[in-house]
């Protein structure tokens, strides 16, 4: 209904419509006529009868069973016939395109008031050109097909292309060179991975899962092996088509025989009898973006070591979708190879150098899943927070609970240290090598992972318990946190296990120990 058509009235007006045919009631000091809609109501109508409801201001009864997003659905704001005279609304979810104003929703540098010595002018311009993006844009794809479990719309990987988001997301380097980057708003020459790590906690904020696995997650860790490994012809090639959503391509490393054990993969790759080709046996598991890819970045055993090449989706080549906890718009498979052709020159690295090829990979793919990990955790503090201040228990907010309390502390407490970690490890990636970063950072990086997940898991169990009942339904009030406690696990099990993670880094640490330290 357009504002012209909406009428003023008293609160005491209001009143006097309190009967099964003839009902209003206010929210945040809109009038509703829901006479006719009571009945279609899906809690029923008796909900409608309590004296504090039927003629009365139902703010408080409202915001304690809905989202504020109800309102702005088309069926239910055509039930707003007015407003209280004197009075205007004042209460908002999400501003779209806008920063929060919740404590800790952001990121320190993010906040009034706050400073950080890491990100610059550019880096907030991204953020804000990311937001907008991102609201409009990905997160409206991503509620829908996160349900429905189809990949992303491909007016969403055109539309990131045309913005070059999918080259941000491989980090800084060459493939950026000559690209207007979202708008202009940052030169490739400036680009760093604090520029990165804005775009990935942008997206991140969708807080779907499976359709952010789905968004091309297979590109930020199956496309790096071909950009530091690959040959001239195969950079030529296989970068635009990636970088321009034209093709996909994904990491094919896991096995059902080993996962984080890459040194005991059984996927074999022998050559041909005239040498000019690999032929490739073997299955691959939990592959993630495996079910749409046209390229498959594979790890292999060969006759002098553990060799990864790049396979193209063709003859001997077969996928199925494997059904996991989160959506199948993530794509993840099981990929069968089966006497499969591929020329030499697919061969990225050195032969039986495969190792170093993935292991140096690892540490930008950990770094990634680190990054989108603190902003999960961000998102539930701030679901928690509003629900704490909205919600009311033996008579009192949840926010005077000392044990509601309690929890939110550790939450938010758990969240900060995450990002400090992270910023700081993103600051030692700016001013290192390539090369550098893979002899120096596996460690830490590994030991990063390992804590941000078990942070996660923590503030999901205790998320769950602060919303009750709401937090283990899939939609409404709790919907975020019903999801993130179903999907957390996947960042603790991708990109490698937490115990194996935490052991790598502490063996790194010894292995730098002084041999004369003592006690």
Same mark, same amino acid.
């Given at each position: 209904?357009?504002?012209?058509?909406?009428?003023?009235?008293?609160?005491?007006?209001?009143?006097?419509?309190?009967?099964?045919? @003839?009902?209003?009631?206010?929210?945040?000091?809109?009038?509703?006529? +829901?006479?006719?809609?009571? @009945?279609?109501?899906?809690?029923?109508?008796?909900?409608?009868?309590?004296?504090?409801?039927?003629?009365?201001?139902?703010?408080?009864?409202?915001?304690?069973?809905?989202?504020?997003?109800?309102?702005?659905?088309?069926?239910?704001?055509?039930?707003?016939?007015?407003?209280?005279?004197?009075?205007?609304?004042?209460?908002?979810?999400?501003?779209?395109?806008?920063?929060? @104003?919740?404590?800790?929703?952001?990121?320190?540098?993010?906040?009034?008031?706050?400073?950080?010595?890491?990100?610059?002018?550019?880096?907030?311009?991204? %953020?804000?050109? *990311?937001?907008?993006?991102?609201?409009?844009?990905?997160?409206?794809?991503?509620?829908?097909?996160?349900?429905?479990?189809?990949?992303?719309?491909?007016?969403?990987?055109?539309?990131?292309?045309?913005?070059?988001?999918?080259?941000?997301?491989?980090?800084?380097?060459?493939?950026?060179?000559?690209?207007?980057? *979202?708008?202009?708003?940052?030169?490739?020459?400036?680009?760093?991975?604090?520029?990165?790590?804005?775009?990935?906690?942008?997206?991140?904020?969708?807080? %779907?899962?499976?359709?952010?696995?789905?968004?091309?997650?297979?590109?930020?860790?199956?496309?790096?092996?071909?950009?530091?490994?690959?040959?001239?012809?195969?950079?030529?090639?296989?970068?635009?088509?990636?970088?321009?959503?034209?093709?996909?391509?994904?990491?094919?490393?896991?096995?059902?025989?080993?996962?984080?054990?890459?040194?005991?993969? $059984?996927?074999?790759?022998?050559?041909?009898?005239?040498?000019?080709?690999?032929? +490739?046996?073997?299955?691959?598991?939990?592959?993630?973006?495996?079910?749409?890819?046209?390229?498959?970045?594979?790890?292999?055993?060969?006759?002098?070591?553990?060799?990864?090449?790049?396979?193209?989706?063709?003859?001997?080549?077969?996928?199925?979708?494997?059904?996991?906890?989160?959506?199948?718009?993530?794509?993840?498979?099981?990929? #069968?190879?089966?006497?499969?052709?591929?020329?030499?020159?697919?061969?990225? /690295?050195?032969?039986?150098?495969?190792?170093?090829?993935?292991?140096?990979?690892?540490?930008?793919?950990?770094?990634?899943?680190?990054?989108?990990?603190?902003?999960? %955790?961000?998102?539930?503090?701030?679901?928690?927070?509003?629900?704490?201040? $909205?919600?009311?228990?033996?008579?009192?907010?949840?926010?005077?609970?000392?044990?509601?309390?309690?929890?939110?502390?550790? *939450?938010?407490?758990? #969240?900060?240290?995450?990002?400090?970690?992270?910023?700081?490890?993103?600051?030692?990636?700016?001013?290192?090598?390539?090369?550098?970063?893979?002899?120096?950072?596996?460690?830490?990086?590994?030991?990063?992972?390992?804590?941000?997940?078990?942070?996660?898991?923590?503030?999901?169990?205790?998320?769950?318990?602060?919303?009750?009942?709401? /937090?283990?339904?899939?939609?409404?009030?709790?919907?975020?946190?019903?999801?993130?406690?179903?999907?957390?696990?996947?960042?603790?099990?991708?990109?490698?296990?937490?115990?194996?993670?935490?052991?790598?880094?502490?063996?790194?640490?010894?292995?730098? *120990?002084?041999?004369?330290?003592?006690?």
């Amino acid at each position: 209904m357009a504002s012209k058509d909406l009428k003023v009235f008293t609160r005491e007006e209001v009143a006097k419509h309190n009967k099964p045919d @003839d009902l209003w009631i206010i929210v945040d000091s809109k009038v509703y006529n +829901i006479t006719r809609f009571k @009945d279609l109501h899906p809690g029923g109508a008796s909900v409608f009868a309590e004296e504090d409801i039927a003629g009365q201001d139902a703010t408080e009864a409202f915001y304690g069973l809905h989202r504020h997003e109800v309102l702005l659905r088309p069926q239910y704001t055509r039930l707003q016939i007015g407003y209280i005279e004197g009075e205007r609304s004042v209460i908002y979810s999400r501003d779209l395109g806008k920063l929060s @104003d919740v404590p800790y929703a952001e990121p320190t540098w993010l906040s009034a008031g706050y400073y950080s010595p890491y990100f610059k002018e550019s880096h907030r311009r991204l %953020q804000a050109a *990311m937001r907008e993006f991102v609201d409009e844009v990905i997160t409206p794809d991503a509620l829908l097909h996160e349900e429905d479990g189809k990949r992303p719309s491909a007016h969403v990987i055109k539309a990131m292309a045309e913005l070059n988001v999918h080259a941000m997301r491989i980090g800084p380097g060459k493939h950026l060179k000559g690209l207007t980057l *979202m708008g202009g708003v940052v030169s490739p020459e400036e680009f760093d991975y604090f520029h990165e790590l804005v775009c990935i906690q942008e997206i991140s904020r969708c807080g %779907q899962r499976g359709y952010g696995d789905g968004l091309q997650s297979g590109a930020v860790i199956g496309l790096p092996p071909i950009m530091n490994f690959g040959s001239p012809e195969l950079k030529s090639k296989i970068i635009p088509e990636v970088l321009s959503g034209k093709k996909f391509i994904c990491l094919a490393i896991s096995e059902a025989f080993s996962g984080s054990d890459v040194s005991g993969l $059984q996927t074999r790759a022998t050559k041909s009898s005239d040498g000019k080709y690999w032929i +490739i046996n073997g299955t691959k598991k939990w592959i993630t973006n495996g079910t749409f890819a046209d390229y498959f970045t594979v790890g292999c055993k060969t006759d002098t070591g553990f060799t990864v090449i790049l396979v193209e989706r063709s003859e001997g080549v077969e996928t199925k979708p494997i059904k996991t906890s989160y959506s199948s718009s993530a794509g993840t498979a099981y990929v #069968t190879f089966e006497n499969v052709k591929v020329p030499m020159e697919n061969t990225l /690295g050195p032969e039986g150098g495969g190792i170093f090829v993935i292991l140096s990979n690892f540490n930008h793919e950990r770094w990634v899943m680190c990054a989108s990990s603190a902003r999960g %955790q961000r998102l539930i503090v701030e679901e928690c927070l509003k629900w704490i201040n $909205q919600r009311k228990a033996f008579g009192k907010p949840l926010s005077s609970l000392a044990v509601i309390r309690s929890k939110i502390a550790a *939450m938010i407490s758990r #969240t900060e240290s995450v990002q400090s970690w992270l910023e700081n490890l993103t600051m030692q990636m700016c001013n290192m090598t390539y090369k550098e970063q893979a002899q120096k950072l596996a460690g830490p990086i590994g030991l990063l992972k390992m804590y941000a997940t078990r942070c996660a898991q923590e503030t999901a169990t205790d998320a769950v318990q602060i919303f009750g009942g709401r /937090g283990i339904t899939k939609t409404g009030m709790g919907q975020y946190i019903e999801h993130y406690h179903r999907t957390i696990p996947f960042d603790a099990v991708l990109g490698g296990a937490e115990d194996v993670l935490g052991d790598l880094g502490v063996r790194q640490a010894i292995r730098q *120990m002084p041999k004369n330290a003592r006690l």
